[in-house]
Structures are given as C-alpha cells and as structure tokens.
C-alpha cells in the first residue's frame, strides 16, 4: 500500500513538470471533433441539437443499456451514474442530461479492449430525464431515466446555507 | 498547476477494473461569487486511458461532470503487471495524468 502511494507520490512530481511545459502554449484545442461530437457541443444549451449531432434522435431505444442511477438524488451536485451497455460492438457512451444549462455530460469511446462501461459523478440542475447514447455498429441506441433531484447541482446557490441541516421536523 | 491524482486498479479474471480520482474544481462558468461576479469556466475537457501504451478509452467531457470528478472503467484482456494510464486536459491548458500497475 505504501509502496503504491509513493509511486503515486512521484508520479505526480514527475507530472507537474509536464505541466510547467503545457502552460509554455501547449494547451490541446480542438480535441472535440475527433469523435463525432462537433467542438460546440459542449456549450449548447439547445437539447434537440445536440441530440441530433450526437445521433441520438434517430436512435431506437434498446434494453441493452443499463443506466444505474438513484431514483431520488438528494444532493444535485454528487449524483452517481454507472452506464453499461451490453449490445454488442459498442463503441462509445454519451450521457446527457436533458435539463441541465449544458446538457451534454460526458461522451466515451472504447476501443482497444476498453469495456462499454463506465461510472462517474454528475451534476443534475434540477430533477430531469438522463439519456444515453450508444452507437455500436453504425447504429445507434439510446435508454432514458428520470431523476428526481432534491437539491440542484448546477446554480449558483451557496452551499453552506443549503447544505445546513433544514430545523423544521 | 494540477494536484495529484489517484488511481487504482484490480483484477478479476481479464478484467480489470480501474478506478481514478481528480482533483479538479469543474466550475461550469454559469456560477457567481458572493459578490455577483461570474466564477470563470474551469472544467476538464478529455481524458484518456491507455494500457501499455495503447488508448482504451477516450473521453470527451463537459462540465456537468462533478467537482473532484471520479471515474471507474474496464478494461479486457489484462494480466497482472500491465500499466495503466489516466491523463486529462482542461479548457486552460493545464493537465495531469498517473499511472499504476495492475495488480
């Protein structure tokens, strides 16, 4: 264990010099295009679009997809997602949620051995929809879930103040 | 400049399961201070995992990841030894990446 955390330890010392050479200009731009996300995506705050440059409009829903989210998430900010699609030949996830400000979360391209399988952390603004994308095979599928949220992730609200234990009941 | 990251990953069969931690404030640019000033957008906008070398997962990632995002994934086909590598980007140029051994 220990031995581990060192050689974390000097990874990161190794790392941060690498970094001192990225802030010289080397800043990656223009990295979105590679994989059928157009550059803007990122910043669309139109769902429709982005669902259609995604593939997602066209796509028909499957059971192959599994999302793994909770069904009510108290804190908007910290909600857990594990997608895993099991069609077969799938070739990457894109998560989005439908209500946020930037609907598109994330997109993943497996390839290699990488298993079409991933789980993270997201920010929902407020209760809504999360749809997922799975292009395997030229095709592409698509799975939805509701999610309730308590507490939204994305707004400007003080967290101290709403983090506070609430003193009614 | 970036913090450290941590990563780890283990082994069931051929598939090894790696789980990795960044330290990263995600800042979506649509929140303000305290005094209304707009907080500028600071996310992550990649990442990548390579397996000895070679790219497994290619991540293209906006903001609605959260804050100190967390990530697992799979990767098929390894054996103990085998090297892992996470790295990301974000959209001010700066980035970070670890590596470990499977065990």
């Known amino acids: 264990m220990n031995k581990t955390r060192r050689k974390l330890i000097l990874g990161a010392g190794a790392a941060g010099t690498i970094t001192l050479a990225t802030l010289a200009g080397l800043a990656p731009a223009g990295s979105a295009q590679a994989i059928g996300l157009k550059a803007t995506d990122l910043g669309i705050n139109d769902f429709d679009t982005v669902m259609n440059d995604i593939g997602g409009l066209q796509a028909q829903s499957s059971n192959g997809i599994s999302i793994l989210v909770p069904d009510i998430a108290e804190q908007g900010a910290f909600v857990p997602i594990e997608v895993y699609s099991q069609i077969p030949g799938s070739e990457s996830i894109a998560i989005l949620v439908e209500n946020n400000a930037i609907p598109v979360v994330a997109k993943f391209e497996f390839k290699n051995g990488g298993v079409a399988r991933i789980a993270t952390r997201i920010k929902l603004a407020g209760s809504s929809p999360i749809h997922v994308v799975v292009r395997a095979g030229g095709q592409h599928y698509r799975a939805t879930k509701s999610v309730k949220a308590v507490i939204g992730g994305c707004g400007d609200e003080d967290f101290s103040t709403t983090m506070k234990p609430k003193s009614t009941t | ?103």
């Open chain 2, 1 to 103: 400049m970036a913090e450290a990251m941590k990563i780890r990953a283990d082994l069931s069969g051929t598939v090894a399961k790696v789980k990795c931690l960044i330290n990263h404030p995600m800042e979506t640019g649509l929140r303000k201070d305290k005094a209304g000033q707009v907080i500028p957008a600071h996310y992550i906008t990649q990442v990548n995992a390579m397996l000895n070398g070679v790219v497994v997962l290619d991540g293209q990632v906006g903001s609605g990841i959260s804050k100190n995002p967390f990530l697992v994934f799979w990767v098929q086909g390894t054996k103990p030894g085998d090297k892992i590598q996470v790295s990301w980007f974000d959209n001010m140029g700066d980035k970070n990446s670890a590596e470990t051994q499977i065990a």
